[in-house]
């Protein structure tokens, strides 16, 4: 799956701002592919970049109209179809990563198949991956593992390569997940792959490399969620992980979804991870913790943070708050 | 997903008896099922069962005919296409579990729509399944976990729930591949079903149930398989285990498909199979250890039966030397 570039992102009706956040997503980590927004009557939503019409997108070279914002209750409306058609007319592809595919609206299909253009519904992917081989890759390769799901894993590793490439160093982020994919292009929604291939699909986005060139792969749920641990099991192995890095949000009370199931203990997690990605990386170790402390104060947050540092031995930062400056220095 | 029972099982023309070995299977495991055979010229396999045409099955009651043999070279040949379209046209659903799909094979979709007949692929699910919500369910269950891949899982389960059944306890086995499907008439493929679905499909074929009824859940792969992992930790989590089991094959040099990677101790299985189950059932234990010591002679089956044992401190057999009593006595 290789999405062209640039994007025209389109915000649709948005409701709020954050019912865009995929579209800002791209804008925040690839604003090299967010070159325009098109926004419908009534968009709540804007990323500051200049509006334009398809005909204008096409001249100043977009190649894709992304969908960057969820549509309201599933349903992609008939004023959202007459914007796409339009698209695909002037000379767009079409990507988006919602629930329901492009791919099953028929007037969308006949016309891409007409005019030979591309639709991208990266969140179900239409590829064919391999089992997964066990074999060693060359290069070095980083992945975030989560206490939970939604604990900061794709911020995690956006920003490792963002600083990694302010560096001087070789980094790509490999996305995992809808909201990567459309960030960067290209990726495999690996929650949507046959269970048999989930191992194979992550060897398949990150293959053999420079040996000083870092792949940084997006995680994904967490081996203590009950609905996806297998996911992530899946995706240790795959990874080949030379650098585990723990993502956590300490404020949580449970794991996303199943108010019965505790957030386990990072301990517990960092040892599980480590044990199943020894398996097909016997160097793997931690290198840092990551916490989203969005939800405490700026004294709690140092804090939890300096208690967390002392307790495991490892640069303990908040992405956000502190940047990822000290892990790097530790991958360097 | 549910086949109409009984079946006649079609061996085509079978190059030896291993071909047939999922007709086998359907035989030895319900043979309350398997009600005739149907063979093309040149068969080598014989299931002793009676041999019928298609119109005579059908006058016997038989509702679904069964390809319980492996394709040549992954070909679906012209001649097996005459004999499936026979039995659509006589009354008679089909069922397989060949990589290639009936549903891709536009003749047998015609006729089957027209007629109302259906067509069962098990290899390739159908259904939508829920994310699994973790939640207990009443009832016991049971499910083998493995060193490696084809290491007796299935048929432990399927010789627990014979010798559970013969004691008047309450048991059903669960199926989760093609060969567990296609003997019950129902079941999962879990390695097919989309990544994040792999538990929820595990809870949805195991639901609540009599307090003193078991689910013999079929076990997949093995949490130290660099390829698989994540269809066996989803199906850890899912089967929410009172009792699992380890299998292991003791002559085998390295893990199936994967040269380079060995066979783990059973300990370490035991080690993390138990940490994981016991996420969605805290009271998860290990019960007893099935070796297949078809590789062995008596005397070394023996012995490392007997070490084994003392060991663990738990009951191990072999299945098919021993039965499985012994391990029954524990669960009674």
């Known amino acids: 799956m290789e999405i062209k570039r640039p994007y025209l992102l389109f915000l649709g009706d948005a409701a709020d701002p954050l019912a865009a956040k995929v579209a800002q997503g791209i804008k925040d980590?690839?604003?090299?592919?967010?070159?325009?927004?098109?926004?419908?009557?009534?968009?709540?939503?804007?990323?500051?970049?200049?509006?334009?019409?398809?005909?204008?997108?096409?001249?100043?070279?977009?190649?894709?109209?992304?969908?960057?914002?969820?549509?309201?209750?599933?349903?992609?409306?008939?004023?959202?179809?007459?914007?796409?058609?339009?698209?695909?007319?002037?000379?767009?592809?079409?990507?988006?990563?919602?629930?329901?595919?492009l791919a099953d609206i028929p007037e969308l299909v006949a016309i891409a198949d007409r005019l030979g253009r591309q639709l991208f519904d990266v969140r179900h992917p239409t590829e064919i991956y391999p089992v997964a081989s066990g074999k060693n890759r060359t290069g070095k390769r980083l992945l975030p593992v989560g206490t939970d799901c939604s604990c900061g894993k794709m911020y995690t590793a956006l920003a490792l390569e963002k600083?990694?490439?302010?560096?001087?160093?070789?980094?790509?982020?490999?996305?995992?997940?809808?909201?990567?994919?459309?960030?960067?292009?290209?990726?495999?929604?690996?929650?949507?792959?046959?269970?048999?291939?989930?191992?194979?699909?992550?060897?398949?986005?990150?293959?053999d490399n420079d040996s000083d060139h870092w792949d940084l792969i997006e995680g994904q749920g967490s081996l203590y969620h009950a609905s996806f641990a297998g996911v992530t099991a899946g995706l240790i192995h795959g990874a080949q992980a030379d650098a585990l890095i723990l993502c956590h949000e300490p404020t949580r009370t449970h794991m996303r979804g199943l108010p019965e199931y505790p957030i386990p203990s990072m301990q517990a997690v960092m040892d599980l991870a480590l044990h199943m990605a020894q398996?097909?990386?016997?160097?793997?170790?931690?290198?840092?913790?990551?916490?989203?402390?969005?939800?405490?104060?700026?004294?709690?947050?140092?804090?939890?943070m300096r208690e967390t540092e002392e307790k495991f031995g490892l640069p303990c930062v908040d992405p956000v708050r502190n940047g990822v400056g000290r892990i790097v220095d530790v991958l360097q």
């Open 29 to 101: 980590w690839r604003p090299e592919n967010a070159m325009a927004q098109f926004r419908l009557e009534g968009c709540k939503a804007d990323l500051g970049l200049e509006d334009m019409t398809i005909e204008e997108a096409v001249k100043a070279g977009c190649k894709t109209m992304v969908i960057g914002v969820a549509n309201r209750g599933g349903v992609i409306s008939d004023a959202w179809i007459r914007v796409l058609i339009d698209a695909l007319e002037n000379g767009l592809d079409l990507a988006a990563g919602l629930h329901n595919k």
């Open 279 to 304: 398996l097909t990386n016997k160097e793997a170790k931690f290198v840092g913790i990551c916490v989203n402390t969005s939800n405490l104060s700026d004294e709690d947050a140092e804090k939890f």
């Open 163 to 207: 600083e990694m490439r302010a560096r001087g160093m070789k980094a790509d982020f490999r996305a995992t997940g809808q909201t990567g994919i459309l960030i960067t292009g290209s990726g495999v929604s690996i929650d949507a792959v046959a269970a048999d291939f989930i191992s194979g699909s992550v060897e398949t986005i990150s293959p």
